[in-house]
């Protein structure tokens, strides 16, 4: 298996042609509803039900492509890109990527194995983790994983373990970037308050200069430990370009304090994700700031490849293999969440629309208002003549679209929400014992389940209740 595990299977994507696009596979159609690439989006939650999730295929390959094709166009050395797992690690989503060629970032014994089960090449996949359990390392040692190292103590357990097992192992080390430059940058709220250089240093993330050296030092009179790569994953989220490339050029400045320090130099640096993406309706990370001006990852890819290049050539270090982990910008935009339109309340200052989809789906809207943007499914070309708050059913506020300009929604219609593929599924919550809602995989005029919908039972079948209670409430 190469970059590409399946790449004589291409799949050809065929854009849409919309009476209003949102992207090239989401957008109004001829009959005024909205459409997930060839489907009524009402017909699909007729068939599937509400709330459901709503994943366009394309639009996840086409993202995964254009991002890959970016860097690979602009980057003087190798690429390799592993997608996020953790922004939606549903098992087709899996398989899509390994069709793509795209390896993946894990986290936890859970994602690898999805990750491994759909076929994965090991090859491809990293192991992340600050608190990494034996199972875990066994798992990626058994099955040749690169391991992102993010303890002190980490590297002796993990040789244990491949010794024990007969094996050799790639490390890699988690690095806590200096990033000083980015003093007087802020980032999103969602991530605490302060500049991203205080959200960055705050967190419990990466190994120290001396660490790292040490963890190398220490590494190199290992024998079945083999030094692979640097890590770094800038979460803090920004519109702009210039944090990231901040970023990937202290990368390339510690290779050089590394080798300096230790003759190793890293041959592979992993710059994380943490990549955002702007629409023109202006709803994403940053809220009403991420439209047509946010970065292209053309932007990206050229400023990326132009400071590690500099910074390469400044300390004559040869230019290193790429790792990037794009997570939300491949998985975001190709989701739509739906829910239907129950109590419509008018209050004396507001009114409130409630839906079956809630916090407990679209978590980040609770956090950042305008999130995510919100269109009626039917008959979307009606005027939005009243500003609502789109609710959900759960015991607190439930805001999951705040001040939207929507037309007279009533009991039986549905609303979506946009650019939702990313952290909905994967980050859901089962609050109020609420169901988890289904996801159908849309592909052309295809559609498929992808994730079933929870029922009560599986809500209720954890539940024990020890006998001797029992015997109390019934005696
Ligand atoms: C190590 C690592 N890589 C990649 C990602 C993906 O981030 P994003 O979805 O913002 O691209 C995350 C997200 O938490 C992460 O922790």
């Known amino acids: 298996m190469g970059d590409s595990q399946n790449s004589e299977k291409i799949v050809e994507l065929a854009p849409k042609d919309y009476k209003l696009s949102y992207s090239d596979f989401v957008g109004i159609g001829n009959n005024g509803n909205l459409w997930v690439e060839d489907c009524d989006v009402e017909e699909l939650v007729k068939e599937y039900g509400s709330p459901l999730l709503i994943i366009s295929e394309s639009q996840f390959r086409q993202s995964f492509r254009q991002f890959k094709k970016a860097f690979t166009d602009n980057y003087n050395g190798e690429v390799e890109i592993l997608y996020a797992n953790k922004s939606n690690n549903s098992l087709a989503l899996r398989h899509i990527m390994n069709q793509e060629g795209g390896g993946g970032d894990c986290f936890g014994v859970n994602e690898m194995y999805i990750s491994l089960l759909a076929g994965t090449n090991p090859k491809m996949l990293v192991l992340n983790g600050s608190n990494k359990q034996d199972e875990e390392l066994e798992m990626a040692i058994t099955n040749g994983l690169c391991i992102n190292i993010d303890s002190m103590d980490e590297l002796t357990r993990i040789s244990d373990i491949s010794t024990k097992l007969n094996k050799s192992v790639e490390i890699g080390i988690r690095l806590a970037l200096d990033l000083d430059s980015l003093a007087d940058k802020t980032g999103v709220f969602m991530h605490g308050p302060g500049t991203l250089k205080e959200q960055s240093d705050s967190t419990k993330w990466g190994m120290s200069r001396e660490q790292t050296v040490e963890i190398v030092k220490s590494a190199q009179q290992l024998e079945n430990i083999h030094l692979k790569e640097t890590h770094f994953h800038l979460s803090r989220m920004t519109n702009e370009v210039e944090p990231f490339a901040v970023m990937a050029r202290e990368m390339v400045t510690w290779s050089h304090y590394i080798k300096e320090n230790t003759g190793w130099t890293p041959p592979c640096i992993d710059i994380g994700g943490g990549w955002t993406y702007g629409r023109w309706y202006g709803t994403g990370p940053n809220s009403q700031i991420d439209d047509e001006n946010a970065p292209k990852y053309i932007d990206y890819a050229k400023r990326i490849s132009e400071v590690i290049?500099?910074?390469?050539?400044?300390?004559?270090?040869?230019?290193?293999?790429?790792?990037?982990?794009?997570?939300?910008?491949?998985?975001?935009?190709?989701?739509?969440?739906?829910?239907?339109?129950?109590?419509?309340?008018?209050?004396?200052?507001?009114?409130?629309?409630?839906?079956?989809?809630?916090?407990?789906?679209?978590?980040?809207?609770?956090?950042?208002?305008?999130?995510?943007?919100?269109?009626?499914?039917?008959?979307?070309?009606?005027?939005?003549?009243?500003?609502?708050?789109?609710?959900?059913?759960?015991?607190?506020?439930?805001?999951?679209?705040?001040?939207?300009k929507m037309p007279p929604l009533v009991r039986g219609e549905h609303v979506a929400f946009l650019d939702a593929g990313g952290y909905v599924e994967s980050q859901a919550a089962r609050y109020n014992a609420q169901c988890l809602p289904a996801t159908v995989l849309v592909f052309n005029e295809l559609s498929e389940i992808t994730t079933e919908r929870e029922q009560l039972r599986d809500v209720s079948s954890r539940f024990r209740v020890p006998p001797r209670l029992l015997a109390q409430s019934f005696s």
Do not use: M
């Open 309 to 404: 290049g500099e910074e390469a050539g400044k300390y004559n270090l040869p230019l290193p293999k790429l790792r990037i982990e794009p997570g939300r910008l491949i998985s975001g935009p190709c989701g739509v969440a739906v829910g239907t339109v129950g109590a419509v309340k008018q209050g004396d200052r507001k009114k409130w629309v409630n839906l079956d989809l809630s916090t407990n789906h679209l978590s980040w809207a609770a956090i950042l208002d305008w999130y995510y943007h919100a269109v009626p499914v039917e008959n979307t070309e009606r005027d939005a003549t009243e500003t609502v708050d789109i609710v959900g059913p759960l015991c607190n506020s439930d805001e999951i679209g705040k001040h939207r």
